[in-house]
């Protein structure tokens, strides 16, 4: 792991609200399968810590640091957000087949498409 992947003093924003969908239209969360809270902190953990990654990325650039090191610290954000996404797609698998509803070929077509997105 590189510094910026072990600090756990890196700065974290706060979650940037999504806009109130127009009235009248579906909220654009409903086309996305919902994963349970308890999988959620693990992936949202990732999350902020590629947060603070992409900020010391920031910081690097802003230094004039050299290039290998900030394309080092891209790929590094890149991997975080990409395991997450990952781990979302696990989740929402796991927690269909523990509620032991049948995962249906549009089910698992929707599941294969956003795991391949991230590919």
Excluded: W
């Amino acid at each position: 792991m590189t510094d910026l992947e072990t600090r756990p003093d890196a700065p974290v924003a706060a979650p940037v609200a999504s806009p109130a969908p127009e009235s009248g239209a579906e909220p654009a969360a409903s086309a996305v399968p919902a994963v349970q809270a308890v999988d959620m902190s693990a992936v949202v953990n990732r999350v902020k810590r590629a947060q603070g990654q992409l900020g010391g990325v920031l910081r690097m650039i802003e230094e004039g640091r050299d290039l290998e090191a900030v394309v080092h610290q891209l790929k590094a954000v890149s991997r975080a957000l990409d395991r997450a996404g990952f781990a979302l797609i696990a989740a929402e698998l796991r927690q269909t087949v523990a509620d032991g509803a049948d995962v249906g070929e549009p089910e698992l077509a929707k599941l294969e498409k956003f795991f391949l997105s991230l590919a």
